[in-house]
């Protein structure tokens, strides 16, 4: 960490994390630290272990050695869930609801960032006037915007991203970049995983990159 | 933070009951089905009908039970809403056991009110009628958190319609003995508050351990 000579603890910090599936090795063991106001772009081919790093961060899988901490202490269940906001391939929105109800609850569920509100991050992501669209006839990238717009609404500081970019016009990304920028100015941090095809968004940040295990 | 999410899973379970109102309705629509067939076959005669009462409202409840067992986190499963459960700062075992009792309100509680008139339509005594609405509304929580452990450990597989029945099946035997016990106890005149009291206690215990099953069912099932 040359350039941030701050003596806080990395918002998230990995140490020898590996992960197997059947004996056979997805990824690692990795060593990476993100700190608070950086982007990590995890890069890698198609089966590199990209969505695999960000599942076993977000605590949906565990982790076969090496150890996750968050700002300095261990990553328990109760800590991960306050400080995570994970962006998956699976929507996580109700067909049959309409955008806002399906933000709405979420925003119950995950809590709510101070100052926003559902109505406002539909706006964000610029879903203004689909407030009562159910998800069902919403667009691949209009759903993954009402995705992005839960995730602005988390107040949770650590963002995880898998493939943010994908189903999004080129609109979308920039939204996509001005949100992470946004979201690294207010003390956050983001873990993007991409296949190199996108451009990344302009803020400080590292790289990891994943290969196939030999 | 938890009555936060417990009432947003609430309001999101009974508006997509709304929408979805025609598929809600099978499970009643499904223990009526059972108990009209069953006045019918029996041909409609009194005492015949008095005597199995009880034992056809019992099953009827069960089974319609069971046929919506496996709607309980399918869904959630399949559009991911499950993940973001798992990542909530809530446990999970809490916003499965809010699942569960709108499973439970939504599909035993409706039949639960109609008890009286289905117990009508079947000539149940109605000196049994009392025993019986306690030990279904005992027994019917019961099946639900039984059923929850049970859908639970089946959300990971694609097709788990006769792995579901199969499963469930030897957990809801006794909860059938004790609840159609009670009934038939009081029947003949004897005291059925002992199976109602058993009833109750597998109550409680699973109040507390169904949900932290299930829950740590989700979580082997999705990783």
Known sequence: MPEHPSTAPPLLAARGLSFARNEAPVFGPLDFAVDAGEALLVQGDNGAGKTTLLRVLAGLLQADAGEIDIDGRPAKISLRSRAIAYLGHLPALKADLGALENLNFLCGLHGRRRGQTPVSALGIVGLAGYEDTLARQLSAGQKKRLSLARLWLAPAPLWLLDEPYANLDLDGINLVNRMVQAHLRSGGAALLTTHGAYAAPPVRTRMLTLGRPA | ?223
């Open chain 2, 1 to 223: 933070m938890m009555w936060p999410a417990a009432k947003a899973l609430m309001v999101r379970d009974l508006l997509l009951l709304w929408r979805r109102r025609g598929d809600a309705l099978q499970p009643a629509l499904f223990a009526l089905l059972v108990v009209v067939l069953f006045a019918l076959a029996l041909g409609g005669e009194a005492q015949a009908l008095a005597k199995v009462a009880s034992a056809v409202l019992w099953l009827a409840m069960l089974l319609a039970g069971l046929l919506s067992l496996d709607t309980l986190f399918r869904g959630d499963a399949e559009d991911g809403s499950l993940e973001q459960w798992m990542l909530a700062p809530v446990p999970l075992s809490w916003l499965v056991l809010v699942r569960t009792f709108m499973h439970w309100a939504t599909t035993a509680l409706p039949l639960l009110v109609a008890t009286p008139f289905l117990g009508e339509l079947l000539h149940l005594p109605h000196d049994q009628l009392p025993v019986l609405l306690a030990a279904l509304a005992l027994g019917t929580p019961l099946l639900s958190l039984l059923g929850a452990v049970v859908a639970a450990l089946t959300v990971g597989m694609r097709r788990s319609g006769i792995l579901v029945a199969l499963l469930a099946l030897p957990l809801y035997v006794p909860v059938l003995v004790f609840g159609a016990g009670s009934v038939s106890a009081a029947a003949q005149g004897l005291d059925p508050i002992g199976a109602l009291l058993l009833l109750a206690a597998g109550l409680v215990v699973a109040l507390v351990l169904a949900p932290l099953a299930a829950a740590a069912a989700i979580r082997i099932a999705l990783s």
